[in-house]
């Protein structure tokens, strides 16, 4: 059965199903039913689903001319709002229940410790 138009992307776990509009960039959430999409952000460089939760990187990673910081952003499940968790980062990526970003500049990467601005280098330091 078919359940929305063309995708960029998809991502999908606890948080729900996400699809990116291959033209915008803009994210979308999948309400259950064929065709209920609703725009929850506009476009990121990249998304994860980390357990329930929904996170972007900022799409260049300096800003953008919507005025959208540069850095790591959690959606917070209702509307368009997205709290940032993060300064600029090179990459994010899931695993498990964990979030991870790579530093731009260093490659080093580091664990989200869930409360906003708090990571810690995945090797410990």
């Not at 359940?3 to 948080?15: E, K, Q, T, Y």
Request: hydrophobic share 30%; net charge positive.
């Amino acid at each position: 059965m078919r359940i929305g138009g063309p995708a960029r992307r998809i991502f999908a776990g606890g948080a729900g199903l996400f699809a990116t509009n291959p033209r915008s960039g803009d994210i979308y959430r999948f309400g259950g039913l064929p065709g209920a999409w609703t725009r929850i952000g506009g476009p990121g460089k990249t998304f994860v689903v980390v357990g329930g939760r929904l996170y972007g990187l900022s799409p260049d990673n300096s800003g953008d001319n919507s005025g959208v910081k540069s850095g790591v952003y959690e959606w917070t499940g209702k509307g368009h709002a997205w709290t940032k968790i993060g300064g600029p980062a090179g990459l994010i990526r899931a695993d498990g229940d964990c979030l991870f970003a790579t530093n731009p500049e260093t490659g080093d990467l580091y664990r989200y410790l869930g409360r906003p601005h708090e990571w810690q280098r995945a090797d410990g330091r």
